[in-house]
């Protein structure tokens, strides 16, 4: 849901309990997206998504990281197939 500043003010009680309730709350100033008001819940699992550890610091870090791979290619290019 959006609410105008002056509403989310007047309201804040509600803004509240509609953010826990039924998730993040939009909120405009002047009609332009401003801020987003969110449950603790809601705002701990964005937080636990920020702190992954990027794939490629993963990759590094595998038991396979230091094997040497054949990435040659096949020649071959199939067979003949009549049209």
């Known amino acids: 849901m959006t609410w105008a500043l002056q509403?989310?003010?007047?309201?804040f009680s509600?803004?509240?309990r509609r953010a826990e309730r039924d998730g993040p709350q939009r909120v405009t100033v002047r009609g332009k997206a401003a801020l987003v008001v969110m449950?603790?819940?809601?705002?701990a699992a964005l937080?636990?998504?920020?702190?992954r550890k990027p794939l490629?610091?993963?990759?590094?870090k595998s038991p396979v990281a230091g094997l040497t791979?054949?990435?040659?290619r096949s020649k071959d290019t199939?067979?003949?197939v009549d049209l």
Not at 56 to 60: F, G, Q, S, T, Y
């Open 69 to 72: 791979l054949d990435l040659s």
């Open 78 to 80: 199939g067979r003949k």
């Open 56 to 60: 490629a610091e993963l990759l590094r």
């Open 14 to 16: 509600e803004l509240a």
């Open 39 to 43: 449950s603790e819940e809601d705002y």
């Open 47 to 51: 937080i636990r998504r920020r702190t």
């Open 7 to 11: 509403d989310a003010k007047a309201r």
